[in-house]
């Protein structure tokens, strides 16, 4: 006990040391977590015999992440998704199995071998890539969503693949018995015996109806058991107890599916699917988040504590040449599949570099093979290596994409602008949402506006609701030039990226010193920007709304709708001139908290504003008295 507590301290040390360490270079937290247990491993020794009993542990990781993904995807969503899972991931494990299996036939395997370990390296990694995806915010991108559905596929297909891969024995290795049931003998029926499974020995058909049975068992205790037991946690009053009710769901269906012979991680997700409509959802979500984001990273450093240096060393050419082999494999296929599919640009990139990786049901179905002899011990063991060292190089496949995202942003093919007919007293520059309702107001009040945006689709989207705009950049002088802006009274700059929002105000002031700016700012850092380089009036984004909401606050806990404009009225003067106060210690690029004069005139108008609003509110005593 005292060696595991000792070994379990050794791995969050590292993890509270590298993690935070790569986040702050840029690399995200999965390589932080590798680079952790690569240390802790290879390099200084520190894990012991213990570290098969945590990662075991730590595989509950993988578990809770399928289930809260479960709980995102209703019935109807998982349905919607049918193509791009059949079709999609479908077409994915089948070529790449076929692909690898090739490979390792022309490499002097029997084709038996060649297909199981086609089959293993074929699935990739789900715990690293929708953990990467989820820190990037790209879950939800064309390229995300077809990475989700194939990953998804993957993992249903463990499954079939764990039935396949008997067949695949040596003839040594297992026998039929009288009642058509498999035996396995030598080595794999050692391994059998300290199994937990139910369906060992049993006939075919038997498995059958146990695994039915088990799917349809967390299908109806979802719909109709989670709920009754949840009303009876509530009333205990205990906050632990709902914590605990959800670990049991999720612990409790993987047992099951492992007495099936099913996947743990599979029989999770099809449980968070169920309860996806529950009223309890978010309960759930809040109650396992830190449990799966801690058990995910501490199998991540399993993963890189692992690692069989001496093979690594004794054949690092063969081991590196293997993993790049896979990786390359499998992007060519996942290459040619997304482009089947639609995929394009970012979207397909993102597809192909962030599966081409193999994963950690690789590790479930290479033990599974040794277990009946369909691999070698000595093949097993490079194999392994190879998985693990494909996962270590994924976040550099994220960081290529990154590269090559930026550059396709760069090169994205320019429309031609369009011809400027028509001048009027206000342009505006940006048609999002901001934009759209200066123009419904301004228009609306019998005023002539100019809508220029250069983003195509945007200008689509205002004609097709018949308002006339013009595609091109607003920054552009000589497309501000025919839009009228040496006649216009007003410029409203609605750009959603800063640094050209701020380009353009300074160029409107500069060359049009008479015309009235009003300027979008993204946070009080573009607000000082923006006033320096020369606008008249700055809308802060969320700013107004937030306002209006805090008068409706006061309003409602005493104050009368006049008192609460008073106070909103107060308040929103005060910040005004708080922006133009500490414009004059704004530093740019110069962190406001690293910024002492900065600070210590922020503390001197809070005070101020303080004393402003105690004042309106003794007056609301002395009224009420």
């Known amino acids: 006990m005292d060696s595991f507590l000792s070994q379990a301290s050794i791995y969050l040390a590292a993890a509270v040391i590298a993690v935070p360490i790569a986040a702050r270079l840029g690399l995200g937290s999965v390589l932080g977590y590798l680079a952790a247990g690569i240390i802790i491993g290879p390099i200084l020794g520190l894990v012991g015999s213990e570290a098969e009993e945590l990662q075991h542990f730590a595989e509950f990781g993988v578990v809770m992440m399928l289930f809260l993904i479960g709980l995102e995807l209703e019935p109807r969503a998982l349905w919607a998704m049918r193509h791009h899972l059949i079709g999609l991931g479908g077409l994915q494990i089948t070529a790449s199995t076929a692909l690898l299996a090739a490979a390792a036939i022309f490499f002097g395997h029997s084709w038996q071998v060649g297909l199981a370990v086609g089959l293993a390296l074929s699935l990739s990694s789900t715990a690293i890539v929708l953990q990467t995806l989820s820190e990037k915010g790209l879950t939800r991108t064309g390229g995300g969503r077809a990475t989700f559905s194939v990953l998804l596929t993957q993992d249903i297909a463990v499954i079939p693949i764990l039935a396949l891969l008997p067949l695949l024995a040596a003839p040594h290795a297992m026998s039929l018995s009288e009642d058509g049931s498999i035996v396995r003998t030598d080595d794999a029926q050692d391994a059998a015996h300290h199994s937990l499974s139910l369906v060992e020995g049993l006939p075919g058909w038997a498995v059958t109806l146990m695994t039915i049975g088990a799917v349809a068992f967390v299908i109806l205790a979802g719909v109709y058991l989670t709920r009754p037991v949840f009303r009876f946690i509530h009333a205990s009053n205990l906050r632990e107890m709902y914590t605990a009710l959800a670990l049991l769901i999720v612990v409790g269906i993987s047992f099951l599916m492992t007495l099936v012979g099913l996947s743990p991680a599979l029989g999770a997700f099809l449980a968070g699917v169920v309860l996806a409509n529950s009223e309890f959802r978010h309960e759930l979500e809040s109650d396992l ?215 353009l105000v300074a160029y409107a002031r500069r060359n049009y010193p008479n015309i009235h700016i009003v300027a979008r700012a993204y946070d009080r850092n573009h607000v000082f920007a923006l006033y320096k380089a020369g606008a008249n009036d700055i809308v802060r984004e969320m700013f107004d709304s937030s306002l209006r909401a805090g008068r409706y606050v006061l309003e409602n806990i005493g104050l009368s709708e006049y008192e609460a404009a008073q106070a909103e009225q107060t308040f929103y003067a005060h910040d005004r001139h708080t922006v133009r106060e500490l414009a004059a210690h704004w530093i740019p690029g110069t962190p406001a908290s690293e910024n002492p004069a900065y600070i210590k005139r922020a503390k001197e108008l809070e005070k101020d504003l303080e004393t402003a609003l105690l004042s309106l509110a003794e007056e609301h005593v002395k009224r009420s008295a």
């Open 289 to 503: 988040e830190p449990f799966k984001g801690l058990l995910l990273g501490l199998f991540f450093i399993t993963v890189g504590a692992g690692i069989n240096y001496k093979l690594f060393l004794a054949e690092p050419g063969d081991v590196i040449g293997l993993a790049l082999l896979v990786i390359l494999a499998k992007g060519t296929v996942l290459y040619f599949v997304g482009k089947a599919f639609g995929l394009k640009r970012r979207n397909h990139w993102l597809f192909t570099l962030g599966l081409a990786q193999a994963g950690e049901f690789g590790f479930v179905l290479l033990a599974f093979s040794l277990q009946l002899n369909v691999v070698t011990p000595d093949l097993s063991e490079k194999l392994l290596l190879v998985i693990a060292l494909t996962m270590l190089i994924t976040p550099l496949l994220f960081i290529l994409y990154e590269v090559l995202s930026k550059r396709m942003k760069e090169a994205q093919v320019e429309h031609t602008p369009d011809e400027i007919d028509e001048e009027g007293t206000v342009i505006i520059a940006g048609i999002g949402r901001f934009g759209q309702i200066v123009h419904r107001l301004v228009n609306a009040s019998g005023f002539k506006t100019v809508l220029l945006d250069s983003d195509m689709k945007a200008v689509q989207l205002m004609r097709r609701f018949g308002v006339k705009s013009f595609l091109g950049d607003p920054t552009r002088p000589e497309l501000l030039k025919a839009a009228g802006i040496s006649k216009a009274k007003v410029l409203v700059v609605a750009l959603d990226d800063q640094e050209n929002a701020t380009k």
